[in-house]
């Protein structure tokens, strides 16, 4: 099965900065088939991002996701409050889908 | 508005066995695969297992291979997990999860665009 590997474990930012999320595929991720989730504490995860760069409906511009083969990036422009959460990837290119980790961005 | 609500969690010995439902409305159920997804106490999110619209194609986690049922009743919208032979390592928040199209592609690798608000499972003597 494909391992993700999300970088850093943790992102202490402040609001209104730019955070770069990474996550890394133990093998290359086929028809960049990576989606992204949030999820906030005793919430369930939301759906930010498919195909790796696709906004899910209802997902402000500022997240964007890019990457492909076995480098993927989400990236917040502008750090808005409500967006201190944890953050994970998902590879659906192969079964069984996996998850990354996690990173959870917390505020400074 | 789609809604996904799971039920069944609880308390369990190890070795027992639970019934976990996840009723759907909002859109054509029979239409999309769904899938469970689980999240133990602090930790990430592992797929569990998925189903195809019709119900044809079931796919497994090799850690709950043989061990956990998944299946649905399109006549009620709703979808079940089976879980048997329990273990500690299973004590999770399990998720009801929608897939994005019908086929068995999308249950057995598919990703999801609506999730329940989970149920508690313990594994526990």
């Known amino acids: 099965e494909i391992v993700l590997t999300q970088s850093p474990g943790t992102l202490s930012l402040s609001p209104g900065e730019r955070a770069t999320l990474s996550c890394r595929a133990s093998?290359?991720?086929?028809?960049?088939?990576l989606a992204w989730y949030q999820q906030k504490p005793g919430q369930a995860p939301r759906l930010l991002i498919f195909g790796a760069s696709s906004r899910a409906t209802g997902i402000p511009d500022r997240f964007s996701g890019s990457g492909s083969g076995t480098d993927f990036t989400l990236t917040i422009s502008r750090l808005e409050p409500e967006d201190f959460a944890v953050y994970y990837c998902?590879?659906?290119?192969?079964?069984?889908?996996?998850f990354g980790g996690g990173t959870k961005v917390e505020i400074k | 508005e789609v809604q996904l609500l799971e039920s069944g969690g609880g308390l369990v010995q190890p070795g027992g066995s639970l019934r976990l439902s996840c009723a759907a409305s909002g859109f054509t159920f029979s239409s999309f695969a769904m899938s469970w997804v689980r999240q133990a106490p602090g930790k990430g999110l592992e797929w569990v297992s998925g189903?195809?619209?019709?119900?044809?194609?079931?796919y497994y986690a090799d850690s709950v291979k043989g061990r956990f049922t998944i299946s649905r009743d399109n006549s009620k919208n709703t979808l079940y997990l089976q879980m048997s032979s329990l273990r500690a390592e299973d004590t999770a928040v399990y998720y009801c999860?929608?897939?994005?199209?019908?086929?068995?592609?999308?249950?057995?690798?598919?990703?999801?665009?609506?999730w329940g608000q989970g149920t508690l499972v313990t594994v526990s003597s």
């Open positions: 189903i195809s619209g019709s119900g044809g194609g079931t």
């Open positions: 093998q290359s991720v086929s028809s960049i088939n």
């Open positions: 999860a929608k897939g994005m199209c019908s086929s068995n592609t999308c249950a057995r690798q598919g990703y999801f665009d609506y």
């Open positions: 998902q590879q659906y290119g192969s079964s069984p889908p996996t």
